[in-house]
Nanobody, 124 residues
Framework: QVQLVESGGGLVQAGGSLRLSCAASGRTFSSYAMGWFRQAPGKERDFVAA????????YYADSVKGRFTISRDNAKKTVDLQMNSLKPEDTAVYYC?????????????????WGQGTQVTVSS
């Protein structure tokens, strides 16, 4: 059974930085793309970033492009999200997810395992 455990959320002022990390266990980590999604209160879960199985390709939502960076360490079975220049509109619960495919995708239905989420709050 796949388990994904996020860490690193918290409260930060606008303009600050946070680094989220997701530790995976279960099926072969290096065989699957990984993604980060977020959900603000009363809103749908939105794509943030994704990375292919070997880290060769990454994708970002337009709203975070240039500010967030996704990376993975297949030896450690972790995927990180470095978030810089944070804005109040980045406030949400952030979820790590594992795709059923090798190739990174923005499509939420392609992800079959999810973490419990970590809260990120950006104050103005």
């Amino acid at each position: 059974q796949v388990q994904l455990v996020e860490s690193g959320g918290g409260l930060v002022q606008a303009g600050g930085s946070l680094r989220l990390s997701c530790a995976a266990s279960g099926r072969t980590f290096s065989s699957y793309a990984m993604g980060w999604f977020r959900q603000a209160p009363g809103k749908e879960r939105d794509f943030v970033a994704a990375i292919s199985y070997n880290g060769g390709r990454t994708y970002y939502a337009d709203s975070v492009k240039g500010r967030f960076t996704i990376s993975r360490d297949n030896a450690k079975k972790t995927v990180d999200l470095q978030m810089n220049s944070l804005k109040p509109e980045d406030t949400a619960v952030y979820y790590c997810a594992q795709s059923r495919r090798l190739i990174a995708t923005m499509n939420v239905v392609e992800y079959d395992y999810w973490g419990q989420g970590t809260q990120v709050t950006v104050s103005s």
